[in-house]
């Protein structure tokens, strides 16, 4: 996978974030301290609170508010992800073990619900409540995405439209909060045309992140992902290529997916093909929506992230059967 993009300008703003969420460590009980240092030890890319960085980024050092900010995006994060880990049994995420692994199912949900809720009380302290309510918001259209996801399993019949409706609120609603948050707290006015600008790039990439993610899944091995692979099909989440597939040649191939047959033999070269189309597809989405940002700093930052995308998908679709 492609190397995560490096942001020196920066380099403050994630300090900064590391000291704050290093400093929250206290406010949880002592049994389950624990696990949130583990959970901080392996940040990934901070895709999110890089996104509210960016978004607020003048060049002068972060803010307290905007370090808080994004401290509440990447706990609200954290959070999905030791659900997701779950729901998929993945014992592996970022290469160690999860709490799904480490301490349990039971133990990880409730980790995972005292992140959210830590989340929430870091946002209420702010002196708006629109980020708290922007949070709140985005934290509700991931859990509900996920309640949809597993409705859907499994599901022959699961509709194109429906699945990017599941990956928007799963994935790209939580990117889209991050560049609100991040337009909110630079100080622009509500109605500056950045602001709209700004969470249209997010869904955009979001949607993005999520086809990426789906087909990384398939076509990465575990060892170079970092992460248990292969738990898309492996419980019943039906994910582009495969939809394209069963409505080109009919819901055999669903069944012979979920049979325990390798996608890569199931899905043909056209349908693979058409898949990271649709990604190339919304990573163009996401570049045409910084126009209205013209040549500001954030823009620029903003703009590192949909090559780094472009790289990342690159070398997955170098992987899929031609």
Request: charged letters at 25%; glycine letters at 8%; hydrophobic letters at 45%.
């Amino acid at each position: 996978m492609a190397r995560a993009p490096e942001f020196p300008e920066l380099a403050p703003h994630r300090a900064a974030l590391r000291e704050f969420l290093d400093r929250q460590v206290g406010a949880f009980e002592p049994e389950v301290r624990p696990m949130v240092r583990e959970a901080l030890a392996h940040p990934g890319k901070l895709l999110r609170p890089t996104l509210l960085f960016a978004t607020a980024h003048d060049g002068a050092p972060p803010s307290p508010e905007v370090v808080r900010g994004a401290a509440v995006v990447e706990l609200v994060h954290l959070a999905t992800l030791v659900h997701d880990d779950v729901l998929d049994g993945a014992d592996t995420r970022h290469g160690s073990d999860t709490p799904n692994r480490t301490h349990g199912a039971h133990a990880a949900i409730l980790f995972g619900d005292a992140l959210f809720a830590h989340a929430l009380v870091l946002a209420a302290e702010l002196p708006s409540p629109e980020l708290c309510r922007l949070v709140a918001t985005g934290a509700r259209e991931v859990c509900s995405g996920e309640v949809c996801q597993t409705f859907s399993r499994g599901r022959a019949d699961l509709s194109l439209e429906d699945y990017r409706r599941h990956i928007r609120l799963k994935t790209a609603e939580l990117f889209a909060a991050a560049c609100r948050a991040g337009a909110h707290l630079s100080g622009r006015p509500a109605g500056d045309p950045a602001h709209a600008a700004a969470a249209e790039f997010g869904l955009r990439l979001g949607i993005a992140y999520q086809i990426y993610d789906d087909l990384a899944d398939i076509l990465l091995t575990s060892d170079r992902a970092g992460k248990t692979l292969g738990t898309d099909v492996a419980s019943g989440k039906l994910t582009l290529p495969l939809l394209l597939e069963r409505d080109a040649v009919g819901a055999s191939a669903v069944e012979r997916a979920l049979g325990g047959e390798d996608l890569r033999a199931v899905v043909a070269p056209a349908r693979w093909a058409a898949s990271f189309a649709a990604l190339d597809a919304e990573i163009d989405a996401a570049e045409s929506a910084l126009v209205p940002l013209g040549a500001a700093p954030g823009a620029q930052l903003l703009r590192r992230l949909t090559a780094f995308l472009r790289t990342a998908a690159g070398e997955v679709r170098r992987l899929s059967p031609s």
